[in-house]
């Protein structure tokens, strides 16, 4: 099986009795791959986040994204790991919106303190 840097789960797990191709199997690996990249990123960014709700769902969305890559390597892709992968979509959606309404909320409150001292005295 291929190994990549990030081996720990290899694919001795996914070519136990599964039946699949190796271009399957490569496709799976490549899936997981970019599934656990996203989720590295998340990690980061819930280290940066400042509100608590959004914290809460990053957290709940990290446990759901490992999940999904445990069930895809274990079982491929199922309709299943379809499911998840349209939730995950959902969840990425609802904090990336959390995330723009904040940083508007920095914005406007950065803008109202510029309107206020850059207006000249009469």
């Known amino acids: 099986g291929s190994q990549g840097k990030n081996g720990e789960k290899g694919s001795q797990k996914v070519s136990g ?3 699949l191709s190796e271009s399957e199997l490569k496709e799976i690996y490549e899936i997981y791959k970019q599934q656990q990249k ?3 990123e998340l990690e980061q960014q819930l280290k940066d986040m400042i ?4 914290k809460n769902l990053a957290k709940k969305l990290l446990q759901q994204m490992e999940d999904f890559e445990d069930d895809l390597l274990e ?3 199922t309709n299943r ?3 998840k ?3 995950i979509q959902h969840q990425l959606l609802k904090l990336e919106n959390a995330a ?3 940083g508007e909320k920095s914005t406007r409150e950065a ?3 510029k309107n206020k001292f850059s207006n000249p005295i009469t």
Do not use: C, H, M, Y
Request: hydrophobic fraction near 25%.
């Open 100 to 102: 723009l309404k904040q």
């Open 75 to 77: 079982n491929g892709i």
């Open 51 to 54: 509100a608590k709700e959004d």
């Open 17 to 19: 009795g599964t039946g």
């Open 81 to 83: 790991t379809k499911s």
């Open 38 to 40: 996203i989720r590295q």
């Open 85 to 87: 992968v349209n939730n």
């Open 111 to 113: 803008t109202k303190a």
